[in-house]
């Protein structure tokens, strides 16, 4: 099947009318309030539930609405079409980089024969979280950290009883302030250990020892509520446990499902950018002729076009390639940078080509300039991405 077939499947162009039409109803109406308020109120991850997007890309079977990675592509490239924002996705979706490691864990307790144990992640976490019951956060990176996962020092001590006691600190965590439940990085192997000693636990916001989260002040994703936390001997349980020495490998596998994943969300909010300047151009008048009337105004449209296409092009074909099975670390990190690249040269653009008005806090492109600075920065950044890519084509 042709990628342009895949992608426009009845099913998948139900969906991105069902997203657009949800978006602008739901979501762009009320997107300055919410940033006003530095969160999203929790009616919206009901009210996306109840219409079935918030579980797209989980199966069914663990309360979720079914499809892949080629759905969420369509749901996000809607989501940013109908007036949302990155800020709503990283806050909406924040348990589409944090679910799945206990997913994987539930099964594989069921493929052990722990029936009872994957079943008590499921029902506690999962489900609650996909029918917009509760929030889930991922918290990996640390202060003195950053992208430098293998060496973090957040600690999990074996207690006698068999559970474990965490103690450390995380820092830019996508709903950390809101999240019922977070799933953490830690170190249960010595120092030396390196990747090896890391595992990952779900921690309780509500248990002894965990501090009050800290709300961040940002540049953007205003209405995404980001937040460091400490941890202070935080009691974890075995069953918490996402397998044992077994995080880093877990969060290798999930970081090119998310590195795709704000792919889609920089071309999408490129996309965006370019609609509503074309817009613009077409109303506004300069000197008695619409701006759109002129060469270099043109030139730029083009160029701007020229840009998110090809980044939409590539990103999607690898997203059809790893919901296929294909492995594609390289590819989803060359990905990000091309659309990371795409949406930086068109959110520059579109606010120069508002003019004044889209330097306003009431320009909605305003809102995309400052949200797409940090895409080159979360889900690893440019440099390391470029490094990443560098190792694993063995230059």
């Known amino acids: 099947m042709a990628l342009t077939e895949v992608y426009a499947t009845p099913e998948r162009r139900a969906l991105r009318e069902l997203v657009i039409d949800f978006t602008r109803r739901e979501i762009a109406p009320h997107l300055s309030d919410w940033e006003r308020d530095g969160a999203l109120p929790r009616s919206l991850h009901r009210a996306t539930a109840e219409a079935g997007i918030l579980g797209i890309g989980f199966a069914e079977s663990v309360g ?38 206990v997913v994987d864990e539930a099964e594989r307790r069921r493929v052990r024969g722990d029936a009872v144990g994957a079943d008590y992640l499921l029902d506690r976490y999962v489900r609650p979280v996909l029918a917009g019951e509760a929030i889930a956060s991922l918290a990996v990176t640390e202060p003195d950290g950053g992208s430098d996962v293998a060496h973090l020092r957040t600690r999990a001590q074996h207690q006698p009883d068999g559970s474990w006691a965490v103690t ?190 889209g330097y306003m806090r009431e320009s909605e492109v305003e809102r995309h300039y400052r949200d797409a600075r940090v895409l080159g920065i979360g889900g690893g950044s440019t440099e390391v991405m470029t490094d990443l890519v560098a190792r694993l084509l063995g230059y």
């Open 168 to 357: 450390g600190a995380k820092t830019y965590i996508t709903s950390g302030v809101r999240a019922d439940l977070v799933v953490a990085a830690v170190r249960t192997g010595s120092a030396d250990d390196g990747a090896a000693g890391l595992s990952l636990m779900v921690l309780d916001p509500r248990a002894p020892g965990y501090a009050s989260p800290r709300a961040l002040d940002k540049m953007g994703w205003l209405c995404s509520d980001t937040a460091e936390l400490a941890f202070d001997a935080v009691p974890v349980s075995a069953a918490d446990v996402l397998g044992e020495g077994q995080g880093f490998a877990s969060l290798a596998q999930h970081f090119v499902s998310e590195r795709i994943s704000l792919a889609v969300t920089a071309y999408a909010t490129g996309q965006r950018a370019l609609d509503l300047t074309l817009a613009w151009v077409r109303d506004r008048e300069t000197f008695g002729r619409p701006l759109i009337t002129r060469q270099v105004v043109r030139h730029t449209l083009v160029e701007m076009h020229r840009r998110i296409e090809v980044a939409r092009t590539y990103t999607r074909e690898i997203a059809a390639r790893y919901a296929a099975g294909e492995s594609v670390a390289v590819e989803a990190a060359m990905a990000k940078q091309t659309a990371v690249e795409a949406c930086a040269y068109a959110v520059d653009q579109a606010v120069q080509l508002h003019g004044g008005m």
């Open 64 to 101: 979720g609405s079914g499809g892949d990675l080629v759905d969420v592509v369509t749901f996000t490239e809607a989501l940013l079409e109908g007036g949302a924002s990155g800020g709503v996705v990283a806050g909406l979706f924040s348990h589409g980089i944090a679910l799945p490691h």
